[in-house]
């Protein structure tokens, strides 16, 4: 069974920064494409940034460009997400994402091209 459980949420002043973590289980890690995505209230789910399999290609939205780093260890079946200088509208729950890695620079930016979802983990960014 396929599990990703995302950690690292939590309430952060404007300007603060984060790092999510997202361990995955029940799957050959080093083979998947891992994206994040983020869903505030009442909007939908959005695309934020992903990585190749091999971790050698990163894509990133246009509106977290520079904030955002993605990044995975493979030894650890964990992918990352570090936000910097966090934003009032980066309030939402963050999801991490598999799917299959066709080769080693594949990634995308498509919710429906992901096949295994976590549960997701709040960050809320208020002074």
């Known amino acids: 069974q396929v599990q990703l459980v995302e950690s690292g949420g939590g309430l952060v002043q404007p300007g603060g920064s984060l790092r999510l973590s997202c361990a995955a289980s029940?799957?050959?890690?080093?083979?998947?494409?891992m994206g994040w995505f983020r869903q505030a209230p009442g909007k939908e789910r959005e695309f934020v940034a992903t990585?190749?399999?091999?971790?050698?290609?990163?894509y990133y939205a246009d509106s977290v460009k520079g904030r955002f780093t993605i990044s995975r260890d493979n030894a650890k079946n964990t992918v990352y997400l570090r936000i910097d200088n966090l934003k009032p509208e980066d309030t939402a729950v963050y999801y991490c994402?598999?799917?299959?890695?066709?080769?080693?620079?594949?990634?995308?930016?498509?919710?429906?091209?992901?096949?295994?979802w976590g549960h997701g983990t709040q960050v809320t960014v208020s002074s």
């Open positions: 029940g799957l050959t890690f080093s083979s998947y494409a």
């Open positions: 994402a598999a799917c299959y890695g066709y080769h080693s620079s594949w990634y995308s930016s498509i919710v429906g091209d992901y096949r295994y």
């Open positions: 990585i190749s399999y091999s971790g050698g290609t990163t």
